[in-house]
Each structure stands twice: as structure tokens, then as C-alpha cells.
């Protein structure tokens, strides 16, 4: 009977530890997330800049 409640505990241990990981997960996706949104937001700065730009030769 003493296995059963070794198994049993291993098993909330288990479920615990995927959890944990699984909402530390979520936080890398959503930083992840917000970094593609901070880097597409900067490419569109960079584009209307460059779009300003007067090369010589190119009028």
C-alpha cells in the first residue's frame, strides 16, 4: 500500500513540475511576442526613413 501513495506522490510532483513549466513557457511566449511587436514597430521607423532619403542620381 506504501507504493501506492509513492506513485501517487510522484505523480502530483510530475503534474506540479509541468505546470511551473508550462506557465513559464507562456511568459517566454509572450516576451517573445513583444519583442516581434517591438522590432516590426522600429522596421517601420527604419522604412519611413528611408523612404525620406533623396539619393543623387535616382531623381
Known amino acids: 500500500m506504501l507504493w501506492v501513495w509513492i506513485f501517487g506522490g510522484l505523480a502530483v510532483a510530475g503534474l506540479v ?11 517566454r511566449v509572450a516576451a517573445v511576442r513583444h519583442e516581434v511587436e517591438v522590432t516590426l ?11 525620406q532619403l533623396s539619393l543623387p542620381g535616382r531623381d
Open 41 to 51: 514597430g522600429r522596421a517601420e521607423e527604419a522604412r519611413a526613413l528611408v523612404a
Open 17 to 27: 513540475a509541468l505546470v511551473v513549466y508550462g506557465v513559464g513557457l507562456a511568459h
